[in-house]
């Protein structure tokens, strides 16, 4: 992981000004992942994340290898072998939320695995293709999917989309911001932007505490909410427009260009 470029500022608004919510030490140590950094909480926006942030930081190499098959099984977490018909059928259940606002067209899942919502998304007639770091879970979507996957980092892609889709990847970046503005570069005129993270304000959260699964840092280096989450797209020229909780732990947002 990188050491420089440690940044002391909350991302959204710049305050230097946070509370502390868990020390490294409190977390379950299974879920600690170096380097020891705290979860904090920004005074004036209440971002959630870990303090302090540094814009090197990178899992890359355990994404690109073991993620699924190892480093998620360390942190108590099926291997992704044995969640197949799960993700199979969360994500149809996505399509159908976004073919409420978009029927069809071209759709990018950024951060898509085996790529099961480009194969739910092409089965309801979009034109899909996802991007991932991983390989081998590539080769196994390319392969049993007969589907549009490519190994590629977002900043790296040039076309563009009517719907660009992230599903619990934009926590584990060291710039969200930027992700968000690279999103927002490559939607097509009336383009929208999905994502779906974590939401630190559930109810399981708040009675969980610093057992909460969720809680990992610096796997997890942003904890997310809806407001938090907007904030953020609103610092790249993006509104929300549409919000749904599919379950208690997570949420999901739709965004479009700014109309201010």
């Known amino acids: ?60 190499e355990t994404y690109e290898n073991d993620y699924w098959y190892e480093f998620q099984t360390k942190v108590k977490e099926k291997p992704i072998t044995e969640r197949v018909d799960e993700f199979n059928s969360i994500s149809m259940e996505r399509v159908s939320y976004i073919k409420k606002i978009k029927s069809s067209g071209s759709l990018l899942d950024v951060g898509c695995s085996m790529g099961f919502l480009v194969k739910a998304a092409s089965e309801q007639g979009f034109k899909a293709a996802g991007i991932d770091l991983n390989q081998r879970d590539i080769d196994y979507g390319v392969q049993n999917f007969k589907i549009n996957l490519f190994k590629e980092f977002l900043h790296d892609h040039q076309a563009k989309y009517d719907v660009i889709t992230s599903y619990n990847v934009i926590e584990h970046v060291s710039d969200p911001k930027k992700m968000l503005k690279d999103m927002s570069l490559r939607l097509n005129n009336r383009g929208i932007v999905v994502i779906g993270t974590h939401d630190i304000e559930c109810l399981s959260h708040e009675k969980e505490g610093v057992n909460w699964k969720h809680i990992v840092p610096n796997e997890h280096m942003y904890y997310f909410s809806r407001k938090t989450m907007a904030n953020l797209a609103n610092s790249v020229g993006l509104e929300e427009f549409y919000y749904y909780k599919p379950i208690d732990n997570g949420f999901v947002s739709f965004y479009r260009e700014s109309s201010s």
């Open 1 to 60: 992981m990188g050491k420089n470029k440690l940044c002391h500022s909350c991302l959204v608004c710049g305050s230097q000004e946070y509370e502390k919510v868990y020390s490294f030490d409190e977390v379950p140590e299974f879920r600690r992942i170096l380097p020891r950094k705290d979860i904090v909480k920004c005074k004036n926006c209440s971002l959630v994340y870990c303090y302090p942030r540094n814009l090197d930081q990178t899992m890359v």
